[in-house]
């Protein structure tokens, strides 16, 4: 029997696909479908106790833990590692530097979140979710698979540098970096931060659990657990903004109005992004950090981040207006818009990532980042309206939508029952888009507690409170949307896996005819290298920017609603 060949050359892109490449992308990305299952199924647990009271607390807390684990963690960061190994060796024509390390990296990764996922479920010391702060403490194993976890990825990153490095050191790639490549790039050097400040926690907190060190300094450890927590997710952000661009070029050939000035908003990621842990401390005692401490960092030296995010919101929809226009879609400010290749899966995941990451999770990181805000969002519902608007809505319906190419690009098997394909990124993308903005109401409004299983369990005690009328609505509005998202999550998973495991295989020929790439149609005085304007991409920056004010404004008016002065 034949042994597969070496390497391949994609018949759609072009690019040289080594197997020890596409081997590594495939197992990664299964790890991260398993674990977004597995965070799904939690959910259903987490949902039905905020919206109906429907599980004990016990069992709301261990669910929560393993809902947060597997979709902030596991889903998110096995999929982003395969995401470097498809953007360091595929988009660079090289084979891997050394696979093997990339499946030493894949095996601690997998041992490290079974050992989690079993720490979890067997004792309830580790349902501590993302906040185990001392003296609350967790046993060793559950630390340890941490600790595996992290090291595995941190190896995982090792190997994208050096396969970049590979490829420029033979040739396979000279000149910059391609803008999806540089986007991965800073996402890994924000990883390896982020890991190292993770190893300052969780060595302690592994140390401590098994009797070594006899204490730990509860605001230190909080403090340098939030240098960990909040910058895991800005990996995510610019593994996320990568991600777009690549869709953009995928599904309508965008290209980016300035490759120059998308590189420098990555480069504001670097200088300033991890400053935005900081609003998780603003609720500090200011004999731990001061007033002005808090000022400079998230009034601001954060900005110089949030600069940077608005120069991606106007450059990833300029980018498929590019190419639209490029491939004749001129009339108007929104025909390239509106006549966009909306039966793609992709291409909408794409519409709806930005946009319900830019109107809903960005702007109000800015609003919980600022001092004074912070106080109506901290410990809210508010706030995980605000990350399951980045996270949910923004990276992981992106990784949805670039999964859509990988599975006939990568595992070379056409997506079953495409039309369901059609319909869910709108049934994730709404269902999760009524969660937040429910989430947000009741945080902001009503002061709904984040910790807190459900709102139920204290009705008929002596000092019970009673809930208006409006808080049960926006809970059955959190509900549905819930539901939603979990029926597009289940549908995610379920094409996904009959396709890996039933999809017709498809040959080069089927590859370039159904999954060819757009290309520019004829444009007299509009060459390729002449990129047309594009004034619809500025009408939507523009509404944007006047949402953002208003959020902005209305919650300085909200807040000083809260405590009224005089008679």
Not at 71 to 87: G, S
Not at 387 to 412: D, E, N, Q, S
Request: aromatic share 14%; proline share 6%; glycine share 10%.
């Amino acid at each position: 029997m034949a042994q597969p060949a070496e390497a391949r050359t994609c018949p759609v892109t072009g690019f040289r696909v080594h197997r020890a490449a596409e081997d590594l992308v495939k197992a990664n990305a299964v790890a991260a479908v398993v674990a977004l299952l597995l965070g799904g199924l939690a959910a259903i647990v987490v949902l039905f106790t905020r919206w109906m009271g429907a599980f004990p607390p016990e069992a709301f807390y261990q669910y929560l833990a393993l809902h947060a684990w597997n979709m902030l963690i596991f889903w998110i960061l096995f999929f982003e590692i395969a995401l470097l190994y498809f953007a360091g060796s595929i988009l660079l024509n090289t084979r891997p530097a050394s696979p093997a390390v990339g499946w030493l990296a894949f095996a601690l990764m997998v041992l490290g979140a079974l050992m989690v996922e079993r720490a979890i479920l067997t004792n309830p010391l580790n349902h501590l979710s993302f906040q185990p702060y001392p003296p609350l403490r967790g046993t060793p194993d559950f630390y340890l698979g941490t600790i595996l976890f992290a090291v595995g990825a941190l190896l995982g990153v090792g190997l994208f540098f050096a396969t970049v490095h590979k490829a420029y050191r033979e040739g396979t790639h000279t000149g910059p970096l391609p803008l999806v490549v540089f986007g991965a790039f800073v996402a890994a050097v924000l990883a390896v931060a982020t890991l190292l400040v993770g190893a300052l926690v969780f060595v302690p907190a592994f140390l401590w659990s098994a009797g070594v060190l006899p204490e730990l300094n509860p605001f230190l450890w909080k403090l340098a657990y939030w240098g960990f927590g909040h910058p895991s997710q800005q990996i995510n952000l610019a593994a996320m903004i990568a991600v777009w661009y690549l869709l953009a070029q995928l599904t309508v050939g965008g290209r980016t109005p300035s490759e120059k000035v998308s590189r420098a908003a990555f480069i504001l990621y670097l200088v300033a992004i991890n400053l935005g842990s900081a609003h998780h401390l603003q609720t500090e005692p200011t004999g731990a950090l001061s007033v002005g401490w808090k000022w400079i960092n998230t009034g601001y030296l954060m900005h110089l981040a949030v600069l940077g995010s608005m120069i991606h919101a106007f450059a990833v929809p300029g980018s498929v207006e590019v190419g639209q226009r490029l491939r004749g879609y001129r009339r108007g400010l929104f025909d390239w818009l509106v006549r966009g290749p909306w039966h793609n899966p992709a291409f909408s995941s794409l519409v709806l990532s930005v946009a319900l990451f830019g109107f809903l999770g960005g702007t109000t990181g800015v609003i919980a980042g600022t001092e004074q805000l912070n106080m109506k969002w901290h410990n809210t519902t508010a706030i995980m309206g605000h990350f399951h608007g980045t996270v949910v809505a923004g990276t992981t319906l992106a990784f949805m939508g670039i999964t859509w190419y990988v599975l006939p690009l990568i595992f070379r098997r056409r997506v079953v029952a495409e039309r369901w394909a059609r319909w869910q990124p709108w049934l994730f993308g709404i269902g999760v888009g009524l969660l937040v903005l429910a989430f947000m109401q009741l945080g902001v409004r009503y002061g709904l507690p984040r910790k807190q299983p459900d709102i139920f369990r204290f009705r008929g005690l002596p000092l019970a409170f009673e809930w208006p009328a409006e808080v049960y609505a926006l809970l059955t509005v959190a509900g549905i949307g819930g539901l939603l998202a979990l029926l597009g999550g289940g549908l995610f998973v379920a094409l996904v896996v009959a396709t890996v495991l039933f999809g017709k295989r498809l040959t080069d020929d089927e590859l370039r005819r159904d999954y060819a790439l757009p290309k520019a149609a004829a444009n007299p005085g509009h060459g390729v290298k002449e990129l047309p304007a594009v004034p619809g991409t500025f009408v939507l920056c523009l509404v944007f920017a006047a949402f953002f004010l208003l959020m902005y404004l209305g919650n300085y008016w909200n807040l000083s609603r809260a405590w009224p002065i005089g008679g």
